[in-house]
């Protein structure tokens, strides 16, 4: 809601508001097919409302004291430390699974704990750099403690699979890990996280924004470990026969 197109309310955009959003799901979702919602869990669109109003002091510092942005973009990356951040995220995943009763709700980007994603400022309340680890774990307890009180049911899922101490935390991701193994056999088709977390669900993702073609060798080790594959695209054009 507060994340790239700015901060209007998703319902100004769907004719019949809530109740007719909300509708469309249910009849998905009783012919069995789930339905998820994204939201982005850093970045913060600047040019938004939210964005002008407190982009600049919950924005994560890089090694230079400048905000860190998404590479050619607006969007400034939100410190996941802050508590104000938390709290804004957590009531808007509350209110998201209360107005449309989804199967799962996205956290994007919360599995990965890369370096670019340190934060520096001596003013947030964390050490310097931030502990990533711990400040990504204190954000989504505050989303799930939030999505418990709506519907402890509803799935929490991010991108890429998150460190041991997180994965509690959340049900399942979309990972990776098919995109770093080699063609011939060997012992690193055995994604450990997947064994070493049976109940953390792992979703692989072979090719990401552009058509997969033809990949048999891919899906062979995807389903050698049990996992599920992601797909994305028109079936006729982005997939081979």
């Known amino acids: 809601i507060y994340h790239r197109p700015g901060d209007p309310d998703p319902s100004e955009h769907w004719a019949g508001g809530y109740p007719a959003m909300r509708a469309a799901m249910e009849e998905l979702q009783s012919s069995g097919i789930p339905v998820g919602l994204y939201i982005e869990g850093y970045l913060l669109e600047t040019r938004g409302p939210l964005g002008q109003r407190i982009g600049e002091r919950v924005a994560i510092i890089d090694e230079e004291g400048a905000p860190r942005f998404w590479p050619d973009a607006t969007e400034v990356f939100a410190c996941p430390w802050i508590e104000e951040w938390r709290q804004l995220q957590a009531e808007t995943y509350a209110r998201a699974a209360t107005n449309l009763g ?140």
């Open 102 to 241: 989804p199967s799962g709700i996205y956290i994007d980007e919360f599995g990965f704990c890369s370096t670019y994603r340190d934060c520096y400022s001596p003013d947030h309340g964390h050490s310097v750099p931030m502990n990533q680890i711990e400040a990504e774990h204190g954000f989504v307890r505050e989303v799930r403690h939030s999505l418990d009180g709506v519907d402890p049911g509803v799935i929490l899922y991010t991108e890429e699979s998150p460190p041991d101490s997180n994965a509690p935390l959340q049900d399942a991701s979309f990972t990776y890990n098919i995109s770093s193994a080699p063609d011939e056999w060997s012992p690193t088709h055995i994604n450990l996280y997947r064994f070493a977390f049976p109940q953390f669900k792992t979703i692989n993702i072979i090719t990401c924004d552009h058509p997969l073609g033809t990949n048999v060798q891919a899906v062979k080790h995807i389903l050698f470990n049990g996992e599920a594959i992601w797909l994305e695209g028109t079936a006729e054009r982005w997939f081979a026969p």
